[in-house]
């Protein structure tokens, strides 16, 4: 009798919990697909997702139209190299005579390059090209080898200009770097690691970036993976415009980490303009001065109000621009009605300016505020193609 009672229990006990999850189970899915309408309403509203968190953007059709005009870049260059470290020592010399002939070796550079006209002109960088005498190959796409002619190439902005006697090659349309906007979504193309066309997503991450590599920077900052042979290659828009040129990475490693940099666009078609029209890129100087930006320690002793402006640290006595009236120790604060802020932006500015006229600099000096008119001169800094 007590077994059975006790039996019963049990069966009584397990019943109930199975019932508690079987309803459990029930009653969430009552919850969500039962409850009246009236009783929707009356719970609080969950705001809706935005367009741009509603997933990533289906990029598919911009990219398959952009990659044929991204191309793959070999060049060679024959460098000169000592046979021996000690070779430039002069006790070396002394010892084992000056007859120690510098050997020539090839260097290979892998890049990439972007097709701006259907007739062969492709942009690329310019430390992939190596130098103005080095021997570049494009690969096309169905694997044919072209030589192509460097028709000029720009240090400042490490850009260079080719052409193949190619027709009808696709093109990949300009865009206004100038519209663009931080945390809008960007694709990479190139070919990293000698994998052609591989394509990366990420945003813009930053606007007018100066880095150091270069003696004109205005980097558009991306977080689209960019690696070792991403150089040359192009950074699109959503709408498949070209608004770059992947020149750079930041990386403890050597391979991405996140921080990658492109030539903006607008710069790149004015240095490729140039390069076509005088095989050069024309730029704006002030011949025998030195700028350097300000540090708190040497805006203190200068009695400037903050660290903005460049400061000229040195200058030729028997330049234009000492006669105009500058000396060591100003700091140049505005350039034609502009804000100077720092050595890179005065560089720029000058740069940008049109040769032969003159540039109204306001100066500080020893806390006194001056205008000084300089004359803007051409600066010897492009070298032409062969």
Known sequence: MIRRLLLGTIFVTTGFFAGMVLTGRMKSADEAVAVPRTAQQSQPATPAPSAGFAGLPDLSSVASKAIPSVMNITSLNVVRQQNSPFASDPLFRYFFG??????????????????VSSDGYILTNNHVVGSVNAQVSIVMRDKREVRAKIIGVDEWTDIALLKIEERGLPVLPWGDSSKLKVAEWVLAIGNPFQLNQTVTLGIVSALGRNIGANLYEDFIQTDAAINPGNSGGALINARGELIGINTAIFSETGGYQGIGFA???NLARHVMDDLLKY?????????????????????????????RGA????????????????????????????????????????????VGTAGRLEILRESRRLEV????SRSLSTRRGR
């Open 311 to 354: 400061l000229i640290n040195q200058i030729a006595p028997r330049s234009d621009a000492y006669a105009s009236g500058l000396r060591p120790g100003d700091i140049i604060t505005s350039f034609n009605g502009r804000t100077v802020e720092d050595a890179s932006a005065l560089m720029r500015m000058l740069a940008d300016s049109k």
């Open 279 to 307: 095989g050069e890129v024309q730029r704006g100087t002030i011949p025998g001065i030195q700028i350097a930006n300000l540090t708190t320690q040497i805006a203190e002793e200068l009695g400037a109000p903050n660290t």
């Open 263 to 265: 030539v903006p666009s």
């Open 98 to 115: 000056d007859d120690v002939s510098p050997r020539s070796r090839v260097s290979q550079s892998l890049g990439s390059g972007v097709v």
């Open 373 to 376: 008119t300089v004359p803007i």
